[in-house]
């Protein structure tokens, strides 16, 4: 299934996306597309036999803002440099281990709405991401399988970076990836079971229409389970929840000087192979 929140910031409907590309109205057998919603086998298997049946009325949501596919996030856990192609470009060493950091929930938006460069910030930079959407609480599990059956689905991440602040302010690198609006999500969640191998997707960003990434998951160092295998033996993960698992070549970072930062104005679209795509404008905080 293909679900997503469609309306004004705060007031969102939950929606699904069916095979014909029309919305259906979830409003009636559902309150929100949320951890309790992933958490709950029965409510989404009414869900999916609605869909199935065809009685999902239409819903007229046209020229409407589409919202994150997910409400009520807990946490959003970060893997760095987990990319073969994005180590090499950065000149980085493979990491022995994944890297992780936060952000706090509060950076995510919607898939089209607008990114706000930072007051200061003169390095602002794309990363297109896999988002993985935990779908059952998971802590210390032992299993690839255990780990998969703890995802519910995935969705199109833009793990926006301001790189002077992350890298030349000292600290961690939270400072560079907490900006207001620097996690755009969506337009979709896909369920699991639609995306039967999270290691063969594509994912490709532009910049102004000037293509920028153009990758694979395959060349992840971490795949999906591994990442949420190894998440769970640091931190309990909650239905809702979200992973962002890192990006590959092409980003500002590790282009020749001087490095194409982001500006207001620009234009950055970003799509993975199924999950959909974004599109923002940026403007200056």
């Known amino acids: 299934m293909k ?37 709950d ?56 281990e994944p890297i992780i950091f936060m952000k706090a929930p509060d950076t995510v938006v919607g898939p089209n709405d607008t990114v706000l460069v930072p007051r200061g910030g003169v390095k602002t930079d794309w990363e297109a991401e896999l988002a993985i959407v935990i779908g059952g609480t998971a802590r210390y599990l032992e299993t690839d399988a255990q780990a998969l059956a703890a995802v519910a689905g995935y969705a199109v991440a833009h793990d926006v970076t301001e ?17 207001e609006t620097f996690n755009p999500l969506g337009p979709w969640l896909v369920t699991a079971d639609e995306v039967p191998d999270p290691q063969a997707l594509g994912i ?20 999906v389970a591994e990442v949420v295998r190894y998440v769970s033996q640091f931190m309990t993960l909650y239905p809702g929840d979200v992973i962002n698992t890192g990006t590959p070549a092409g980003v500002a970072m590790g282009q020749p000087e001087p490095k194409p930062f982001l500006r207001a104005g620009d234009v950055v679209e970003l799509e ?14």
Do not use: M
């Open 163 to 179: 790189r002077a602040f992350q890298l030349e302010r000292g600290g961690q690198w939270d400072k560079g990836k907490n900006c």
């Open 204 to 223: 490709r960003l532009w910049v102004n229409g000037e293509p920028k990434q153009d990758g694979t998951t395959a060349d992840q160092i971490f795949p």
């Open 41 to 96: 086998e029965a409510a989404l298997a009414r869900v999916r036999a609605a869909a199935g049946a065809g009685v999902l009325p239409v819903l007229d949501a046209a020229g409407e803002r589409i919202g994150p596919p997910v409400a009520g996030i807990g946490k959003v856990v970060c893997i760095g440099l987990n990319y073969h192609d994005h180590a090499r470009e950065t000149g980085a060493a493979i990491p022995e």
């Open 272 to 285: 993975i192979d199924g999950l959909g795509r974004q599109r923002q404008e940026l403007k200056n905080a």
């Open 3 to 39: 679900l997503l929140r469609v309306g004004p910031v705060g007031a969102e409907r939950p929606a699904l996306l069916d095979a014909d590309g029309a919305l259906r109205d979830l409003s009636g057998l559902v309150r929100d597309i949320d951890g309790a919603l992933l958490a």
